[in-house]
């Protein structure tokens, strides 16, 4: 990995991203529900900045979606942070050497509304051609690869929660194939104020609880106790891979060198809630590990995906149990209480975490479950670690990991 | 006012509300101005956002085989066009 | 069948199993029926009302036979995607002779781009009928890895399962993650394909953009003005040939290779110089490690719109040159419309039904070939052809290009052993 680009409620860029994972203070706006509100409860959501004029040009943000814009400035910023410029610029047809790997949990959500609000409250024939050509899944990935002339393979992954470690994953293997030298991989996301009313309305998201004046705002509590759901988050990120060969050469500074990466399923999972194979999910994540020549005791640090979700997190925790066994886990970071789900935020925070970027006490979490036997990190130093899992549990039932391994001295 | 000023000045806010041409004020584009390719640099998929806008806004509906090159050249030929619809 | 697999064996990749739904019918048979006799299933349809869309013809899938529903667990709660997506992947999981629990051996590939929206479409209808009641839940099936995930679930699954949707090339690339994984050792068994149903939302969406044609689709005729819309689902298993053999399973063809590339150019217009969608299909033979000149006959994506088929024209004068002018070619759209997310699942099988009968399917329709494009199109009657390899070519809105080399097996050096 040699360049990082993100946007989120944080802000744009990783500076933004150090100082919230640093605070532990999760950037709220509240979501206009007025339309939807019979559900939930929760108001909140971590919201994209969408001051993104300088990465993308009103020229070109004119024909793009919020998600299509995010995931472009996104992607020029991970390229600037690589130091390869914003792409491709010199003359004449760019080889075909970047593959583009986006991952989207639910597309880009307003342009998919408009569309239909346009087919139905009015009529077929009022459907915007500029929405529904935006409204497709793979617009983003299309959008980057336009805007940075990236000719690779353009593949756009759904895979809900698991997707960005997913995305990360098929982006190192086409460089491992030699199908590409460079990817630009990721994920991006948008929420509407109906995504964020279905995701209340399936108890999916934190909920504002209490009379005390800490619970007046949703709280996400990865692994807490009383966690009661996550944060919508949106945004995008996206990562610059290379081969480290090609790197070396160029002179790139690596942020992180990717060790392994790997996927299974849970087939007892509900298609919109997780399920009971925390044995089975384990024997994946310890071949997972295994690949990068490793054992579950070599592991330094674990950046988990858990978000505050009851059922999530609860099979997280007896996950990373089954795998370990009796031997006690390393250092867990949990960064979806600032982060939020969604967007790719918590992929940045895990490369900062390779990186031994401090990282504050765990936003959310104060009271332990007992049943998940899980504490993580409660703020301070951790040394830099050497080889970091980094996971992620879908909803309905997927799984992804990737082992990232701190860049060899040059 | 004639009936022949307002239509080309519907279309040209039109043009600027339906292809999200912020901070561009519809008086700034003249009527004979190539809006596709050079001039305004508007392309395929604007042409045909632009065609779901003129239906709309002039209750007409407009064939596919009609959305080219000479009507939709600038400003004046569509309004001419229009205008000969009604 | 009985041949001990030979080292050389171990990276070649089989399909053992396939399994598909379209307008045409439930299974792979009224698809082969269909195909052979070049006829259509774009007709008007009445999965929702159309009247006032600007065209109104598709090829829907019919109501399944009488049984299908009760072998398949909360079937009412499924959604059409995810209904082809089982039937289908069941249909080829039973001709390969495997059988749930699949475990962490097998994987699921799949693509789509629309999931489950067609019931999401409910919500809709629901919010501008005058005292509707939309419910909430309906959108619950928007996530477009729904179908996959239905897969994974009901075949009990225990590895890698993911959804990709780019579009037009979705299923291809799902092929090709496929064949990628199982090369890599990383699953002994693939279900890979893909499905998507009819809906308002991609119904108006290409219609809005003056894609569309009135009637049936006619790839590469003279006159074509545009594409149509089908639905469905088609699936393959997918296995090493050491190990298909080793367990006695008959290997229907060989995936023999992918590859993919983006035209990073334009939205919704194809290069017309056709440059990505060559890398695509030179990166697939390369892949497959076969010349351009081995190719036996091209399963296009043709969709029947005067870019796309022009692009992709040039694009297979680029791979092939001259010779490609007299290369049989065949394109599935004009009978069971364009099926999205699964087109490429859907075209793979029929290039593969191709390889094992002998024979090239026509193109529906009548009507010469659009003399500015001069290629062989197949029209009219099957065109015999024993032929031993075949590419299928998709090409994606947005720009994604993918192709897949498909060879019959045995392959003559097979035969030879």
Redesign the interface.
């Given at each position: 990995m040699t360049g990082l680009g993100t946007v989120g409620a944080f802000g744009c860029g990783r500076q933004a991203l150090e100082a919230a994972l640093r605070s532990a203070r999760p950037a709220l706006s509240l979501v206009d529900r007025s339309l939807?509100h019979r559900?939930g409860g929760a108001r909140r959501a971590a919201l994209a900045c969408r001051n993104l004029a300088g990465w993308v040009p009103?020229a070109e943000a004119?024909?793009m979606s919020a998600p299509s814009r995010l995931a472009v400035a996104a992607a020029r910023m991970a390229l600037e942070d690589a130091g390869l410029g914003r792409g491709w610029t010199s003359p004449g047809?760019?080889p075909?050497e970047t593959a583009?790997v986006v991952s989207?949990?639910?597309?880009p959500s307003s342009c998919?509304e408009g569309?239909?609000?346009?087919?139905?409250?009015d009529?077929?024939?009022?459907?915007?051609?500029?929405l529904?050509?935006?409204?497709?899944?793979?617009?983003p990935?299309?959008?980057i690869?336009?805007a940075?002339?990236?000719?690779?393979?353009?593949?756009?992954?759904?895979?809900?929660e698991?997707g960005p470690l997913?995305a990360v994953g098929?982006g190192a293997?086409e460089i491992a194939?030699g199908?590409s030298r460079r990817a630009l991989a990721g994920s991006v996301e948008e929420i509407t104020p109906?995504l964020h009313?279905?995701l209340d309305?399936?108890g999916a998201l934190a909920r504002p609880r209490g009379l005390a004046e800490e619970e007046q705002e949703e709280v996400a509590r990865p692994f807490d106790r009383r966690r009661d759901g996550f944060l919508a988050g949106e945004g995008a990120t996206v990562l610059v891979l290379e081969e480290v060969g090609e790197a070396r050469r160029r002179g790139a500074r690596a942020l992180a060198r990717v060790a392994a990466w790997?996927?299974?399923?849970?087939?007892t999972?509900a298609?919109?809630g997780w399920g009971e194979?925390a044995a089975?999910l384990a024997?994946?994540l310890v071949r997972c590990l295994e690949r990068a020549g490793l054992r579950p005791g070599d592991v330094d640090l674990i950046v988990s995906g858990a978000s505050g979700s009851r059922e999530g997190d609860r099979l997280e925790a007896l996950t990373l149990h089954a795998a370990w066994g009796e031997a006690p886990l390393p250092p867990v970071l949990a960064p979806k209480g600032v982060t939020g789900e969604y967007g790719g935020g918590f992929l940045a925070a895990a490369l900062l975490a390779v990186q031994g970027v401090p990282f504050g006490p765990t936003a959310g979490f104060a009271e332990p479950d007992p049943e998940l036997r899980l504490f993580p990190h409660g703020g301070g130093p951790l040394p830099t670690p050497r080889n970091t899992l980094v996971t992620s549990l879908a909803a309905?039932?997927?799984a992804a990991w990737l082992v990232l391994a701190r860049p060899e001295a040059a | 006012m004639s009936e022949a000023q307002a239509t080309p000045a519907r279309i040209k806010r039109l043009i600027v509300s339906s292809l999200n041409l912020d901070g561009m004020r519809p008086e700034m584009i003249d009527d004979h101005a190539p809006l596709f390719g050079e001039g305004l640099g508007l392309d395929s998929v604007d042409a045909l956002e632009l065609v779901v806008a003129l239906e709309k806004e002039f209750g007409i509906k407009i064939k596919s085989q009609e959305i080219g090159r000479e009507v939709f050249s600038s400003v004046a030929s569509l309004s001419q066009y229009i205008e000969s619809r009604n | 069948m009985g041949r001990m697999p030979t080292t050389s064996d171990s990276r070649r990749v089989v399909v053992t199993g396939v399994g598909a739904v379209c307008g045409f019918g439930w299974g792979v048979e009224p698809l082969e029926t269909g195909l052979r006799a070049g006829a259509t299933a774009l007709l008007p349809f009445s999965r929702f009302d159309h009247s006032r869309h600007r065209t109104h013809l598709a090829a829907q899938v019919p109501e399944p036979p009488s049984g299908v529903a009760a072998s398949f667990p909360a079937w009412r709660r499924l959604t059409q995607a995810d209904r082809f997506a089982l039937f289908a992947a069941a249909e080829a999981v039973s001709q390969a002779g495997l059988a749930a629990p699949l475990g962490p051996a097998a994987g699921v590939f799949f693509g789509s781009s629309t999931g489950g929206m067609f019931e999401t479409e409910l919500f809709y209808r629901e919010l501008a009928r005058k005292g509707g009641r939309p419910r909430l839940s309906a959108l619950a099936s928007q996530p477009v890895s729904g179908p996959g995930d239905a897969v994974g679930r009901h075949l009990q699954v225990a590895g890698p399962v993911r959804t990709i949707s780019s579009a037009c090339s979705s299923a291809t690339l799902a092929l090709g993650a496929a064949l990628d994984a199982i090369r890599a050792g990383e699953v002994e068994v693939a279900i890979a394909g893909g499905s998507d149903s009819l809906c308002q939302l991609t119904y108006a969406g290409f219609n809005s953009l003056r894609a569309v044609a009135e009637g049936p689709c006619r790839p590469f005729r003279e006159g074509r003005d545009g594409m149509s819309i089908g639905e469905g689902a088609a699936v393959f298993v997918l296995e090493p040939l050491a190990l298909a053999l080793q367990r006695g399973a008959l290997p229907l063809a060989e995936l023999a290779g992918a590859g993919s590339c983006c035209d990073a150019h334009h939205m919704t217009a194809p290069d017309p110089a056709g440059e990505g969608a060559a890398a695509a299909v030179e990166a697939a033979l390369a892949d497959a490690g076969v010349a351009a000149g081995r190719v036996d006959f091209v399963n296009a994506h043709g969709t029947g719109t005067p870019l796309n088929d022009a692009a992709e024209w040039r694009a297979l004068e680029r791979v092939f040159g001259p010779r490609g002018r007299l290369l049989p070619l065949t394109a599935t759209k004009g009978a069971v419309g364009h099926l999205l997310g699964s087109a490429g699942a859907i075209e793979a099988l029929a290039t593969l039904l191709c390889l094992r009968a002998g024979e090239v399917h026509p193109t529906p329709g009548d009507g010469p070939v659009d003399p500015a494009l001069p290629l062989a199109l197949v029209t009219g009657r099957p065109l015999p052809l024993r032929a031993e390899v075949a590419v299928s070519v998709n090409l994606a809105f947005g720009g994604s290009n993918a192709a897949l080399v498909l060879s019959r097996f045995p392959a003559p050096a097979d035969r030879a052993a």
């Open positions: 939807y559900t009103p004119r024909r047809r760019p075909a583009v989207t949990a639910f597309g998919t569309l239909l609000q346009q087919i139905f409250l009529s077929p024939e009022s459907a915007s051609p500029f529904f050509t935006e409204s497709v899944a793979n617009a990935a299309a959008q690869a336009i940075t002339r990236a000719r690779g393979a353009g593949i756009t992954l759904s895979q809900r698991a997913l098929s293997a194939l199908r109906l009313a279905v309305r399936f790997g996927s299974a399923f849970d087939s999972a298609p919109t194979g089975g024997g994946a309905g039932g997927a | - | -």
